[in-house]
Each structure stands twice: as C-alpha cells, then as structure tokens.
C-alpha cells in the first residue's frame, strides 16, 4: 500500500518512484566531511565512501536507527565513527524519505533502517559496534526486526547480509537478493521481520543465542489468541484477559515508528486514541469501544479495549451486496437495502454522540465499521479521533478524505465525517468508484444506471451516497449520459475505444528514460517493457485496435527489448516471450524468434509450467510464431513444451505460489495451452491432458452462497474472485474451449456457474488482468464462441460498465490504474486493458494474447444459466 502511496506522493499525474519527489523535506547529509570521501545518491539514500576503500561483498552489516527528531545528530556521529574508521555507510537523504521507511504502512522488514555500515571483516564489525553504541549511548531508535541490537543499545543494530546488489531474477520480473551461505552456495538474502542467519553462519557477538519462544505469548494478563494485523505501527490482536477470561482487543504500538506524513508516531496516536477512548466512554458508554487498559511493556506501548464481535463492514458488503451476487432469481435487494438503512442509523447515532462529545471520529471507512449479527455498527480504531477544536488528524482512508477542493475550503469542522459518511455509504453498492467518482459526475449516473440493472438504489440512499459529489455535469468532453448508452451502446463504446487509443498517445514519451507509457507501481520492480507492465502491453492493445503505431514508439520497443533481453523474465506475462507474441504481430520476426529463443533457453523456464510465467505461456508463443511462419521447427518447440508439461508428475512446485488457481498461474492455463496445442497438432492426448487438469481445478472451486462457482488465488489465500488472471472469468475461458470441442458431463455442468460469476457490471477495478474489462473480454469471447444473442447482450452490458470509470482528459481518456490514486496505461491494470477489452467485443477474435483460435461454435447440449 505504501509503495503505491509514495508513487502517488512522487508523480502529480502518474506513478513515480519515490526518491523523485519534488518536495523531500531537510536534506540530510553529515555536517563535517573527512578529505577525499565521496557521496553518490541511489534512490532514497546517499551513499559514502573513499577511493582506496573496497567493499566486501557481504558479512556483518551495521545498521543504526533514530528518532526523527535525532536524525541530524545522530548522522554526524555515525559520520564521524565512519570516517575514522574507514567504512563506507549510507544513510537515508532527507525527512520525507525517512517518514517513508517508518511510516505506519512501510515494510516492517526494513523499517528503523537510517544508516547502514558496512565492516570490511568480523574484526572491524566488533570494534565498530563497540564504538558506535558508545558514541550514541543515551539516544534512542526504533528496533529493527530484521536485526539484533548490539548489547544494550537502542540504535545499533545488527545482521548478516549482502554488502553489493547480488540477485537472481525471478519468474515476475523482479530481482531476489542473494548471499552466500557459510558452505559457499548461492541463498536468498532474506529480509523478513526476524533474524535469521544463513546456514553455516554463527552470530560472534553473543555468547549464546537466544532461546527461541516456545509457548503461547502473554503480556502482563494477555494471552494473544490471533494476529489480526501485523503492521509497522505494531499490531493488532485478538487476546484473551486470563484474570476474567473474557476476549479482549490489543492494539500495539511501537516506539519511534510508525510514523504518519505528519511526523505523529505510533505511540502518540495510541496515547491519544487511549484519551479519546476514556473521554467518550465515560460520556456515552457503547459510542466506542471500552478502554479497558493502556501500558508500556519494554519499549512498546499497548491499548486494549473490549473485542467487539463481528466482521467489518467491507466484508458485509462482499457477502451480502446484490452486486457481488450472480444472476439468480433468489438475489433479495429489498432486504440488502432495509439492512443498509438500519446500519447508516446506527452510525448515524455514534456519530452524533461522538460529536456531541466534541471530537470527529476522522477515519470513517469501512474497514472501522464492526457490523455485528443483529445489524448494529459499532466504530472501531480511534486513532484518527481529534477534538474538534483542533485540525483533523493527518491521516484516513484513501476515497474516504476529503478531495483537495473541499479540504481548501473547510470551514466545518465535521466536513471529514460528513464526507466520509456519504463515501461510506456510497460503498455499500460500489466500493471501487471513490476515487473516480469525485472526478466526473457523469460517472455517478452511469454507475446508478448499472446499478438499476442489478438491483435499484433507493432514492433516500443514493441521495446520502452522492450528497458531496459534483453537479455540474463535467467537461465539454464528459462522458455519455446513461440515456445515450441505452439507445446506442456500442456505439458509446466504440466512441470510448476511440478516446482511449488518444489518451494513451497522448501520454506516451520516448524521451523518457524509464518509461514510454505510464505504468503501474509494479513495473518499477520488474520492468517497464514487458507485456503486463511495460510498452509491448499498450502496443499490443493499439494494434489490436487498428490504431498505427507511431515509429519512434515501435523502434523504442524493438531497442529496449533487445537491450534488456539479458535481464528479462522469459514468461510471456511480464519477458521476453509477451514481447516476441507482439513484436511478431508488427512484423519484427526475426527479432521476435530471436526473443522467443531467449526465453526457451531460459534456465527459468525449466521451473515453471505456467501461462504467465512458465512454458505453457512460451510454447503458446511458439504455436503463434509457427501460425505466422509455417516454420515446422516452432511447432515441434511448441510440441516439446507441451510434453514436459504433460510428463511433469508433481505440478504444484511448477505454478504459483501454495497450489496457485486460475488462468495465470494455475493448472487452467496449462489446459488452455494443451487445447491450443490439440488444435494445431491434432494430438488427442493433449486434450485428454487438459481436460485432467481441468477437472483439477474445478476439484479447487469455491461454492458462491447463490449457487455459483468461483476461485481462491491460491490454497492460503481463500478470497473468491471472478477475474480473468485469478478467478471464473480465467477458468471458464479454458473451459469454454473444451466444451465446445471435447464436452464432458462435468465441464458443462460447471460452465455456467462460472460465467454467472462474471457477469458483474461494478468490479473492484477497471483493470483487465483483476477489473471489470477482463470480465468484458471474456464474456465477449464466451458470446462469440456459443453465438447466443443473450450472452452477447450480456457482454456489451458489461462492457458499458467501463465507461463509469472512465476519465475524459483533452479528447482522449484515461484510466485509473493500481491502487486507485494515479491514471495508467499499462494492459494489466489501466488504460490499454480497457482498451483489448473493448476492442474484443466490439470486433471479435484475431490473433489473441493468451489464445490463438478463432472460435467454434459451442457444443448444442451447454446449458444457459439465466
């Protein structure tokens, strides 16, 4: 969450990483410098060192952090230790980047890092440690939970790791940074929230190690019964008060961290939520939580309260919303509706106690609600609770804040929860629009329009849901009103493709360096020319849409991928076999065989099977390639991925991660591939193959309380999804193909329980790969495939969903990529998804990303489900 944050903070209209932020705050740099030692800048640090000094690739790294108040004195003294002592170090560059490392949503692995030092040798670490906690002796720091203190320090810390940037690329992209053990081989530099030491390397500055905990875990009275959020800030957890035996709730907070943008730290917002607590409780006893007690323990500081028994309010929305249902006849909107209202009055009610009282609550969302079994709201997590005599806390949920225009204008000082209240509300029927809906009005009234569609919002609750939204109907670019959409709804989408291909030339720029088209934060981990992230995703897109492709972007595309080929992934979702399937469709087949090689010789694809990463997605780009050039040895390459993965006895080590589901990761994509593998080969047996995997996966389905079928990402994560990458939409794409041409009782059972899963106009994202517009291009390509009229209303119906999120800029549009706050153009969250999306049900198959046929007729016994 922090990361996209940071980007957001960094980039005013799209993503960026963090060290390129205009306003970082005080620059920190030591005040003395020693003659002959040199700086050099890396994203958010500064590194120091001398010329005659050489670094060791790894060993005993000293790390030593700081309040924020300290930061400067504590720099010059570990500055002055360092040069002293000849050892380069780095320290964090300036204010907005240390809030950043502590913030209360950062990384708890690498939060409390302020200076890293790096000891030539264990003699060198142990005199260096020896001196440093000396030097700093009084000052205080957050602990470090990838490290041991030193001693009896506060600052100085402690860990084995990697002094130079080793890594090893993995499937995604992203880079794994490694060590070498103490018998010499090559294992991951893990950075997790616990010490760890890699096998064969013992610590030299203990006498003895620690024993570790064994038992259940008690704090004075307190025994822990779950974790209910580990965060940066502390935790929260679930206990049980072993005095009265009674369930009670603990909130954690750790010292000098967990900081907000603010610099308010953990510990200070718990002392005052701890007074905001025992204020209103003895004023209105059942308004909040009752404080039951607040102390330090060692250095952290803990609140616990009654447990209030229920689940949250996000989570009662996804169980019981008629949006989140499928098409059946027992969807109960009048009852949804009579529980929303009796809900909004209870909160109604804590709020006007609460600022009856003097304070606003200041975090209204959805995940502060307890909705209990009898339909009562209870307000949880005070920490954003102020008087309101004073400013609102600095912090809140994003879509539930005030906007910039109405916070510039505040003059009331329950504006926060009166805008809230009316976000909240508007969530109860479409949680994912927050951010788009306060951009466009036009969005409200399309969203209301496939709302009605699904289940009719009552006057009285759509008037509390968009009593803050703007009125005054948009741009002269807005979007269609919901009557223009009605009478002619392709032709409002073919208008939207059109605006969609215009917003994405308009922001691209071959200038750049690190981008051509604007990417989601992930692309900044892996790399911004793959198809997921990067250039080959939004070129595909406008291809596909017959847009031409201007010549510096094409020639920008063929030099970065070629450049990079070395240091890419060799899967089709996020390297080089994405890029051949689409350098291949611009002609460039020369360059794209020679990719396509890159990827086959890849020792990566050796240990995965899977669409997105692993050989079903390369032997797929062989199947391609050999469509284009007829060139038989593509085919037997093709062939040859497809045995290895039949031969593949154990297949859960080769997909995701925990036994991963879905059409990316799981066994469903290698199905795909074995079907498109059938077709072109004539090879029963890959069929046969598949249709096992199939069966596999639908063994892995999640039964919908309105009889539908759906899927988990994987066997830990157990969140039913309808999506195209993880959920129905993905599966019932393979499992369309093999109904149509080798049905069974069992597949055509199940098709239309999952295709009911994805008929859903308001999904959590726009995006194609977890959006609404993956949901599109899959019920577009099950309408073409069935020919039935229904199920082609079904997706242009869908697709008109598309334009609620839409964001007219100039005379093109723009989407909202990952994480809601910045506009993307990449094709597995923004704008070039819709585009393929839009694109496929407007103008049916060609040559597909992730398939290569041009559609059967359906087999005449598959059922409709209406």
Known sequence: MLDAIGMALAGQEFYAPLATISDTGQRLAPAQVADGWLSTGKDIWTAWSHPSLRRAAQGWKIHVSARLDRTQDVLDAVAHTCFAERVPFKHVSAQKFFLALHHKHADRAQAGKFCALYPQDTETAHRLLAVLSAALEGEEGPYILSDRRYRDSRTVHYRYGAFSHRSRLRLDGSREPVIRDGFGRDVPDQRRPVFILPDGVTDPFVAQEPAPHSGPIVIRHYEIAKVLQPSNAGGAYQAVDRRAGRAVFIKEARAHNGYTWDGVSARQRLRREYDVLTAVHAAAPGVCPQPLDHFT?????????????????????????????????????????????????????????????????????????????????????????????????????????????????????????????????????????????????????????????????????????????????????????????????????ADLAARVAIGLLDAADTRRSDWVFPPSPQAFHTNTVGVAYGTSGVVHALHRAGVPIPEEIEKRLLVDSLALRDELPPGLNAGSAGIARVLAQLGRLDEATELLQTAENHPLTRTSTTLADGRAGIGLSWLALHRRTRDNRHLELAAAAGDAIVRTTDLVPTLGDHDARGLFHGRSGLALFLHQLADATGRTSYLTAGRHLIHEELDRALQLPDGGLSFADNAVIRRAMPYLSVGSAGVATVLTRYVATSPDDRCVAALPLLVADARKTCAMEPGWSTGLAGLTYFLAEHAELTGRPTDREAAVRVATGLLKHAQPHGQGVRYLGAGGMRCTADLTWGAAGVLLALQRVLHGPEDELFTLDHGHPIHPEVPSRK
């Open 297 to 493: 323990e060692w250095e952290h500081d803990f609140l616990v309260t009654e447990f209030v028994d229920g689940i949250s309010l996000h989570h009662w929305v996804a169980r019981n919303s008629p949006t989140t249902k499928a098409e059946w006849p027992n969807r109960d909107s009048a009852s949804y509706f009579k529980a929303c209202r009796q809900i909004l009055r209870s909160l109604d009610e804590s709020l006007s106690h609460l600022h009856s009282r003097g304070y606003r609550f200041g975090d209204l969302s959805p995940a502060n609600v307890i909705v209990t079994a009898d339909l009562r709201a209870r307000l949880i997590d005070f920490e954003a609770a102020t008087p309101l005599t004073q400013p609102a806390a600095a912090m809140g949920t994003p879509g539930f804040t005030l906007p910039r225009g109405l916070a510039d204008a505040d003059t009331d000082p329950l504006l926060h929860d009166r805008y809230a209240m009316a976000a909240l509300t508007l969530s109860l029927f479409a949680p994912p629009l927050q951010g788009a809906a306060e951009r466009q009005s036009s969005q409200l009234a399309l969203l209301r329009r496939d709302l009605t569609a699904t289940a009719a919002v009552p006057a009285d609750l759509w008037a509390r849901a968009t009593a803050f939204q703007r009125t005054d109907g948009g741009s002269s670019a807005a979007l269609p009103d919901p009557s223009d959409v009605d009478a002619d709804p392709e032709g409002c989408l």
